[in-house]
């Protein structure tokens, strides 16, 4: 028995397609010899002004959304965006709770390290009053004494007594958002989105030369070392990195970085769970008036 042939018009279409794969994985392959190229000479050249081109490129390549494409995407995702922009801004970490490194870690960067990926999850409410009220009710079970013994440990300070009894609710399930490209509310200093590739090229650029955790003291952190420190320092003549604080990894990021972000049902309130280097806190915002307004921040945890 013959084999089928497929008609003219299949293979036509199959010749098209094949085509435009190859074209496409040549395009792919060019820019990454590109990126790595322009990385590299500014490096063995020791050129800010072509590690400059470097970032140009990179902007080139990460544009943030277009408002076109974000009127275009879902009442979740935009909400996700709005949260972000209004608490990334690593100009101002005062802002959002402070750091241990001060508010000026970010101050003569030229480029800031954006996140490209965002998990979020859903809970019944974030009311931060509800919520502490709640608390105190399944605690004192309606007993008027144990409401003033609760008051009196202490000293009578409400805010204090909130404080201790507010646990914010984790969703059930998270999601994550891909391909995230914020456009932030301020133009200085540009914003590179750290996609895989741009990450896998300065992983690879940086190395992993390093000094131990607790090395010259039980509580200093890991740090780069050698031809890595070297790396380092010429990248942080454009942007600001750190090596991972248990050593093995870099931290490309430019923070505060939102590890997830849980809103209630109704869009009324999210909480923004933060990394800052080596700690971390988090961010209440409610909205109001249409707009996402932080309403408190505060760190809560350090490595």
């Known amino acids: 028995m013959q084999t089928p042939r497929l008609p003219h018009r299949g293979i036509n279409f199959m010749k098209r397609f094949l085509i435009t794969t190859c074209l496409l994985l040549l395009m792919l392959v060019s820019f990454a010899q590109k990126r790595e190229a322009l990385l590299y000479k500014a490096y063995k050249a020791n050129s800010l002004n072509q590690l400059d081109s470097f970032f140009n490129h990179w902007l080139s390549e990460t544009a943030p ?3 076109a494409a974000f009127n ?3 009442d979740t995702v935009q909400n996700i965006y709005a949260v972000f922009q209004n608490f990334y801004n690593p100009i101002d970490i005062d802002k959002t709770g402070g750091s241990e490194w001060g508010n000026d870690i970010y101050a003569k960067v030229k480029y800031l390290v954006v996140q490209t990926d965002i998990r979020y999850g859903f809970v019944d409410t974030l009311d931060k009053d509800l919520l502490i009220k709640n608390k105190i009710d399944r605690y004192t079970k309606g007993d008027s004494s144990k409401l003033q013994s609760l008051l009196q440990r202490y000293n009578g300070d409400i805010e204090n007594l909130n404080n201790n009894f507010l646990d914010w609710p984790e969703a059930k399930t998270y999601y994550t958002l891909n391909n995230f490209r914020p456009k932030l509310l301020f ?15 300065l992983n690879q650029f940086l190395g992993s030369s390093h000094y131990k955790l607790g090395t010259g003291n039980i509580m200093a952190p890991a740090t780069s070392k050698g031809e890595s420190e070297k790396r380092q320092r ?3 003549g454009r942007i600001k990195i750190w090596y991972g604080h248990w050593g093995g990894y870099w931290q490309l990021l430019s923070y505060p970085s939102v590890e997830k972000i849980t809103f209630d049902t109704k869009f009324e309130n999210a909480l923004v769970d933060y990394r800052l280097v080596y700690e971390g806190g988090y961010a209440y915002f409610k909205k109001i ?3 996402w307004t932080l309403v408190h921040a505060k760190r809560t945890w350090i490595e």
């Open 65 to 67: 959304i277009s408002t």
């Open 72 to 74: 275009t995407l879902s």
């Open 187 to 201: 133009t200085k200093p540009g914003a590179v989105m750290l996609t895989p590739e741009y990450e896998n090229l």
């Open 234 to 236: 010429f990248l942080e």
């Open 289 to 291: 008036n249409g707009n």
